[in-house]
Each structure stands twice: as structure tokens, then as C-alpha cells.
């Protein structure tokens, strides 16, 4: 089997129909030239594809208003299923969603810490295996699979340009070593853009809307959607907002930059600031393992909500500076939203929410011009796994994978 | 005279086409097809607007390679000519173009300062005319002024969202108010965008590349161009990059945010640090001035230049923070080439270039991926100038605009 990446901005017409479609059930071919700002032929040609491929049906015909009657069209949700993955060192995410979107099943599994590749990719072959089994998917049904992992990356070749968490994993060949392991076809992409489009899939922001997603795992990420489109930069790496300089002073950062937003606001920075203070981490119980770290964020997480001034402090030490860089973001994307995602917003995000959003009230440039809002993302700690299934469903591959995918 | 602005993206098929037989005269419909990834269709229909509205003439026939001889066209350049403003508190400048983009006349002219809008907007309007006369452009044959000052702006309504540099600017509908004084239609943009757009169109960079425009006059903006078009965000207010945190415990700017690049970079506080070391201002002859901000930016850069050590280092320190602030927005959107313009970077480029290239070098979070290169803007000076001139050629407008500027 052949690894079969797209290219960056290939799928639009077939994505933009696909949203439409999943958004507003029963909607007409008309309708769809209307909200789309595609021509009539495009779209027919478009929806007729998306008939062949099983993914979408006709399923009726609207009354008629003096007009021809207009044939109906709505998601074949039950035609087959995606798998999406969300991987990196200190957490793990497998989904699985039907041609509607709708979570069929869903798993949290463990980061592979500094295990080597093939160790990790093998492991991981089995855990969604084992989902499927679970969820009693037949692999035939399976589409494809959205592998969600940190960038950068060569997403055309589907390899990894990070020497993270070990220089083992830079230049690996990831989406086809992942496809050789589990026999499924694999798609790459980066994390927090996954995030951002699969928060645009379940809901959780207005169709057309642009907005960014922070996303907080082990690291801290970003995708931002405008109009609906990811978007992409010029080799699909945009959107690192956890290496933006926050203090040009600051201490350097193994992405080659200094001060980066991680070593003041992730998870990693967190822990150790933690560990570094006189009792905190017999008190809260910390492992201290860097490995455990998400789950000393969740420790440290509960011990503020309960009134720890130490804990509390932490966090908004964190959330003050993801404030800032949310600040910066918006002026220089000009969004109307900032949804935060990913694991350790799934934990904390009620204690950095308030604090985000007053950052935004107070120092967007462009606040005369609209608002910002800040909100949690709508699929908690797996939103990046159900993006990568989400970008399987709105990429191009959709037939592709479908025959290898046959048995 | 009502005010005419146009929608943010509405001007795509018909920018692009001009964009390429800018780019490329004697240029076929067939290679337009080709080179642009519109249909047949939409470049007959675009090619024949803009043959009627007088940009675009058919030139002869290409000989033929065994097919159907093809018509060729390149750009009408004599047909008319649009005027591109650049003004802030500081710093101006008016440029005439003909309608291939070339140069037909310009001049410098002195920011507004703090004068009243209205006082200040009379004065354009002569400097704009005495100009024309100076050209030999009779005004029935200019389609438009495109007038690039700061943000943000309400771009649709021709309105600006700022109180720089007094508040009687705020809300201030400046395209309506210049119209109504000039008798000629005006679009009001953002300088930077404005300027990144420019750069462009006087082949500075390659066609369809992705690259950040830094703009700096007297306060520094930003302008993307992904894949040959401009990047507008939600609102037309995106990439104030003078406006992201350098420091989060840097001092409140004006702009409601804390230790904004503009407060570690900008000619401003460039000339507030050399008032405050001692003997500076008596051994460059700084005028102290606000208003004088540019020029003594050039005093600065001149003794820089010669060798004086606190002058190079003023200029060093502002590089650096513009270097820092150059991979933020690279790690951001994802760019292959920054672009240094505007009247300060037509100064002081020579010595920002090597800085900002080794922070490029060094911090970049995608280098593995592909290199940054740092360029100076083709355009000098008048880089935003020559944008807003550009950016009326390449709107919808230009045939209303004929119309309204015909006697």
C-alpha cells in the first residue's frame, strides 16, 4: 500500500460541501449554490461524487413553492467510519466517527513517553484495533485513518520534522510506517489545526466564523479557521503559538527560539515550576516523572479549584500568559473567537477561561472594530483525534481510501 | 459623490488576472487558464470586462504550434492611472501609477502631525492635486485613491477604529471626508496590507509565494500575502504585529496592551532612548521632536552608519526585537520571506537586514521544512503608496470609479 497524502489545499469544494451538508440535514442542491459561493455546476458535479462515493444520499423532495420540487440530500452516516488519533509524547486519543461525525467510540491511551517509534506506532496499531473491535466496526468500513501529532511535519510526505521526544522520530516516515503496522491508509497532520476544523465539524463554532484554537496537551499548539478553511500558511507549519517570543530575555527552547510561550504557560513549565516551590509536591502529591506530566496538571488542577493558594497561582500564572498570547494571535489573525482545546484544557480550562477572556477584552487592537469570545472547545480532550477523523471524512481521499480500504 | 468600498474578497478572479498579465505580457487566455486555476470560462468573462473597461487590450496573435493561433493581451497602461496615498502621523507619501503599475510621478510629504482632520485632509487634497498638474495627469483620467494609513479601520465603511493621533480621528469616515474634498473616489486600507500587496505587484517577490510584509513608518504594521493573495482576517484588521507582547511586563501602549513590539522596536521609542543617553541628542543633532520621529531616525541611522557606538547600538536593539518579532510571525504563518518596507525600513534597512535574516536563521520553528529569507521592499519609501494605488487597480471599482471620475 502506498502512502496517500493530499496536497495542502486540494479538497475545499468537497470540504465546504461536506460541512454544509453535515450542518444543515435536508438541504437542496440549491440551497447549497446559495450558502456555498460555488457555481451550480461545481456543486453538482461535487454532490455527485459524494453520491458515488456512499457519503451522502437523496433522501426526498422538498415541497414545491410554485417552483420545481427539489431533491433533498443529507449525510449517509451509517456508509462507513474514520479513525482519528491524537499522539504525542505525554497523551494519546482514538475516535472513532461515522460519515455524520457522530463519536462511536473513543479511548484515552498513553503518551508514548520516549519509547522508539516503532515500539509506539506498534502499540498504538493495536489500541485501535482494539476500539474497532470494540465498537464492533469491521475494518473493511473503515475508511481511513487522521493521525493528530505535533509539527513540524511534511505533510505532503506524511514525516515528522521534529526531533521530539527523542531525535529518533525526526524524518520519520510516521503516516507510512502507521499504514504498514495497521493495513489501514493514514492521513498526518499537525495537532491543533486538526482541533480547529474538528470544532468546526461538532458544532462548537458558527459556519464561516474565523477563529483559532489553542490547543494544550503536553505542548501548546494552534490552528486557525477563517471562513471556514483552515488555515494552512505556505507549508502547512502555521500557527505555532507555543514558540512565539513572550520575553526576548526569556530561556532558550529546544525549537530554536528563546522565551517561548511553552516555558511560560504548558504544562511542562507548570510541573516544574511546581516542583521547584518548598512543599508543593509532597502536598499535591506530584509524581515529578516528566512523563506523568498532564497528570500532575490534573492534580494541581484539582487543588486550585479546592483553594490551594499555590495551585491557584500556578494556573493563573499560566493562563495570564496564554492570555497574552491569545492577545497576540487575534491581532494578528483578526478573529472573532478563541476556543481552547486538547487534554489539559479538558482538565483546567475553567480556570484559564475567565482569565483569557478578560486579556482579550482589555488589549485586542481591533476590539472598537468587534469582540472576541473565548470559549472550551466542544469536544474536551479529544478534539484534535476527532479532527484528524474529520479530516479524513472532508479529504479528497474519502474514495481512494474506500477501495484500499476494501478487502 | 457617494463613498464606494468594496466587500473584503469580492475582487479575487479580477485580481489575479491583472496580477498575471502584469506579470507576464502577451499572455494568452489559454495560459491564464493554466497559470491561474480558473475556468475557461470565468478568464473569458473577467478578460472581457477588462478589455471593456479599458485595462486590458488584445495585442496580436502568438504563432501558431499546430493548434488554433492564440490571442495575446497585455495591459492597456496609457488607459488611465490611480493615485496611491500613504499618510500617518509622520509620514507621507503620494505616488501616481499608470495602469501597468508603473511609476508616473511621486512625492514626500510631511504627516498631518496633530493638526484637525479636516485641516489636514484639505492639505492632501492639494498635495494629491499639484501633483497631477506636476504629471500632466488630467484628473478625468484617474480612476481612484487608494489611501493606506493606519489601523484599524473599518475598511467597508472607509472609517477609522483609532484615536492616533488624536481622538478626532476616531470614527472619522477619512475615504467619505477625502472624497468630498478632492472630487475623486477614494478606498481606504491598512499601509502595511497595503504595502504587502505592492510589493507584489512591483515584482519584489515571486508570484504565488507566501510572504509577511513589516511595515514601518513611524509605528510598525504588517500585511501576509498567502499565495499571491492578501490575508485579511475577520475584519480587514489582521497582522498588527507592532501590537503583540514582546514582554509581558513591558509598559501599557496606547493600544491597551503591554510591551508591544512597537514600545522595544518603533522609530518612537528608537528616538526616546537617544534623548535619554547622555550628550546623544547634542552629538546627532536630534531635533527631540515627536512630529520630527522620522527624521531623526535617519540622524540616527547616518551616525549608525559612521560608525558612532550608541547610535549602532540603538538601531542593533531595535533589530533583534524586530527579528524576534519576524519569527513569531513566521512561526505563525507559516512564510517563506519577510519583506522589510516603509519610509523608516528605507532608512535604517541596511542595518536591520542582517539581524532580522540571523534570527530568521537561527529560531525559526519550521527551518527543517524550508528557509526564511529577509528581503528590503522594491518599493522604498513609498512602498504602502504604491500598494494603495495598486490596491484600486486590482478592485471592482475601477469601472465605477471611471465612471465617477469622468467630467
Given at each position: ?13 468537497r470540504?465546504i ?11 437542496s442542491?440549491v440551497?447549497l ?7 451550480g ?15 451522502v ?24 467510519y474514520?479513525?482519528?488519533?491524537q ?57 481511513g485513518?487522521?493521525?493528530a ?11 515528522l ?9 525526526l ?47 503536553g ?48 504544562p ?8 521547584q ?18 497528570l ?8 486550585a ?7 491557584r ?20 489573525f ?12 479538558a482538565?483546567a ?7 483569557v477572556?478578560?486579556e482579550?477584552?482589555?488589549a ?9 469570545i473565548?470559549s ?22 474519502t ?9
Open positions: 500500500m502506498t502512502n496517500t497524502q493530499t496536497a495542502p489545499n486540494r479538497p475545499r469544494a470540504g460541501v461536506l460541512d454544509l451538508i453535515r450542518a444543515t440535514p435536508l438541504i442542491r440551497e449554490v446559495g450558502r456555498s459561493g460555488l457555481t455546476a461545481t456543486i453538482t458535479n461535487v454532490v455527485r461524487e459524494l453520491i458515488d462515493d456512499g457519503l444520499h437523496e433522501v426526498g423532495r422538498s415541497e414545491s413553492r410554485g417552483g420545481k420540487p427539489r431533491t433533498l440530500l443529507e449525510l449517509n452516516a451509517g456508509a462507513g474514520t479513525v482519528g488519533v499522539l504525542d509524547r505525554f497523551s494519546g486519543s482514538i475516535v472513532i466517527v461515522d460519515l455524520a461525525g457522530h463519536l462511536i467510540g473513543r479511548t484515552a491511551i498513553k503518551g508514548p513517553g520516549v519509547a522508539s517509534p516503532h515500539v509506539a506506532l506498534v502499540r498504538l496499531a493495536r489500541q485501535i484495533e482494539a476500539l474497532l473491535t470494540d465498537s464492533d466496526i469491521d475494518r473493511s468500513d473503515v475508511f485513518v487522521g493521525l501529532t505535533l509539527g513540524p511535519q511534511d505533510r505532503a510526505l506524511g514525516t520534522l521534529s526531533p521530539q521526544p527523542t531525535p529518533l522520530w524524518g520519520l516516515p510516521m503516516a507510512a510506517e502507521l499504514e504498514k503496522i495497521l493495513g489501514l491508509p493514514v492521513l498526518l497532520d499537525n495537532d491543533a489545526t486538526a482541533a480547529a476544523i474538528g470544532e468546526y465539524w461538532v458544532g462548537g463554532v458558527e459556519l464561516n466564523s474565523s477563529y483559532g484554537c489553542i490547543y494544550m496537551a505542548g501548546i499548539g494552534g490552528g486557525v479557521v477563517i471562513d471556514g478553511e483552515v488555515y494552512r500558511g505556505g507549508s502547512s507549519n502555521a500557527v505555532e503559538i507555543g514558540h512565539i517570543t513572550m520575553d526576548a530575555a526569556g530561556l532558550p527552547c529546544s525549537c530554536g527560539n528563546r522565551g517561548c510561550l511553552e516555558d511560560f504557560a504548558g511542562t513549565s507548570i510541573v516544574t515550576r511546581a516542583l516551590w518548598d512543599g508543593v509536591r509532597e502536598r499535591l502529591n506530584l509524581s515529578g516523572d516528566i512523563d506523568d506530566t498532564v500532575d496538571l490534573a492534580l494541581i488542577n484539582r487543588a479549584i479546592g483553594g490551594d493558594p499555590d495551585a497561582s500556578l494556573i493563573e500564572y499560566s493562563a495570564r500568559y496564554l492570555g497574552y498570547a491569545a492577545v497576540s494571535l487575534v491581532n494578528l483578526d478573529l472573532e473567537r478563541i476556543v481552547l482545546a486538547g487534554p489539559s484544557f482538565i480550562g475553567a480556570l484559564y477561561l475567565p482569565i477572556q478578560a482579550l477584552d482589555g485586542c487592537f481591533a476590539r472598537r472594530a468587534h469582540p472576541v473565548a472550551l472547545s466542544a469536544s474536551g480532550a479529544d478534539a484534535a483525534a476527532v479532527g484528524g477523523a474529520v479530516l479524513v471524512l472532508r479529504s479528497e481521499l474514495p481512494l481510501l474506500r477501495r484500499h480500504a476494501a478487502p
